[in-house]
């Protein structure tokens, strides 16, 4: 059994920053990638930002420069800072882990970017 804990998610100004986490625990082999997704009232889910095991990061164009991801191997842990937050960055946040066999989710956390 796989759990990803997530946390950091709050309240903030426009301008203002954020940094989440998520650690895995488990019976976890062969992890592939680790990644943010997010999901607005009324939208679809969508990727927010991915690292592979090797380091290669993918990011949605809405957020490059912005967000940053990265990942503590060693602890299965991946962070997404997200700096400059907007308006429209308000959503549920989930982890998400992928393997050979499967991919699991965090039980998600909310970012509100409210004035």
């Known amino acids: 059994q796989v759990q990803l804990v997530e946390s950091g998610g709050g309240l903030v100004q426009p301008g203002g920053s954020l940094r989440l986490s998520c650690a895995a625990s488990?019976?976890?082999?062969?992890?592939?990638?680790m990644g943010w997704y997010r999901q607005a009232p009324g939208k679809q889910r969508e990727l927010v930002a991915g690292?592979?095991?090797?380091?290669?990061?993918t990011y949605a164009d809405s957020v490059k420069g912005r967000f940053t991801i990265s990942r503590n191997n060693a602890e299965s842990t991946v962070y997404l800072q997200m700096n400059s937050l907007k308006l429209e960055d308000t959503a549920v946040y989930y982890c998400?882990?992928?393997?050979?066999?499967?991919?699991?989710w965090g039980q998600g956390t909310q970012v509100t970017v409210s004035s």
């Open positions: 488990g019976s976890i082999f062969s992890i592939h990638a």
């Open positions: 690292i592979t095991s090797g380091g290669r990061q």
């Open positions: 998400n882990l992928v393997t050979r066999e499967t991919q699991y």
